[in-house]
């Protein structure tokens, strides 16, 4: 499948990773040696749920960040993606996750009703990212938190080199002898490409009506983890 991979459209995101569903898992884990589990234990550290609170994991795919949300035991999480066949691997993986298939750009909940939410890898792929962040504002309970993992649009430095060597080449070549896709490995170094640098996104983040409590790079550099609170 090809598209635009600027705008983003939504309908073809969602094709795009359903087709790319079976082999999600085991090639995220491969491309990023396993980092991404990591990623997400510590994105998830940024929560202490209580009991009787509701989380969102939007863009839940197969349901990782979630999984790891569980793991506090307290707390419930509903996960929540547009595509069928993610959230089809999400339920054979585990049978107790509250799935919702639905547009993270209109979300079926009421305003300020929501305890917290996350969201991992997913931001990048909006085809309207403004909406999409007043859309997770408006159903937030004031003060509490919106977590981002997420790819930024450059990683600088000597690991800038080797890693867009790595995205740009080797991940497409690879991702089309194990999903049969090579466009949505072409697609995740694009999808970066025409995504906000880290001073437009604070900008954003800002007319959004989110504080940011911190903004961090990890494992040089390659992902960040972004924590706001709705003001
Ligand atoms: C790269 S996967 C990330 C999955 C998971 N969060 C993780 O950490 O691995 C991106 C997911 O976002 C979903 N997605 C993208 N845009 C969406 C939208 N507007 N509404 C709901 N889901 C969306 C896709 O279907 C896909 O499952």
Redesign the pocket.
């Known amino acids: 499948m090809r598209f635009d991979a600027e705008k983003k459209d939504?309908k073809n995101?969602?094709e795009m990773?359903?087709k790319i569903?079976p082999r999600?898992d085991f090639l995220?884990h491969l491309f990023s040696l396993n980092f991404?589990k990591l990623w997400?234990k510590k994105a998830a550290g940024n929560f202490t749920p209580q009991d009787g609170e509701i989380y969102l994991?939007?863009?839940?795919?197969?349901?990782?960040?979630a999984i790891e949300f569980k793991k506090k035991k307290k707390g419930e999480v509903i996960c929540?993606?547009?595509?069928f066949d993610?959230l089809k691997v999400a339920k054979k993986k585990r049978d107790d996750l509250f799935l919702i298939r639905?547009?993270?750009?209109l979300l079926p909940f009421k305003d300020e009703s929501l305890d917290g939410a996350m969201?991992?890898?997913?931001i990048r792929?909006?085809?309207d990212l403004k909406k999409?962040l007043l859309e997770v504002n408006r159903i937030l309970k004031k003060k509490s938190k919106f977590v981002i993992?997420e790819f930024p649009k450059k990683v600088e430095g000597i690991s800038g080199f080797f890693f867009n060597f790595y995205f740009k080449r080797i991940m497409p070549l690879v991702g089309r002898v194990f999903s049969k896709d090579e466009f949505a490995y072409r697609y995740l170094p694009l999808s970066t490409e025409y995504f906000k640098n880290e001073e437009e996104l604070r900008t954003l983040f800002d007319e959004c009506n989110f504080e940011i409590l911190s903004f961090k790079k990890r494992t040089s550099q390659i992902v960040f983890e972004a924590v706001l609170i709705k003001r």
């Open positions: 939504s995101v969602m990773f359903s569903s999600y995220n991404d997400r994991d939007l863009c839940t795919g197969t349901g990782d960040f929540l993606d547009f595509s993610m639905g547009d993270a750009l969201v991992g890898f997913g792929n909006f085809e999409g993992l």
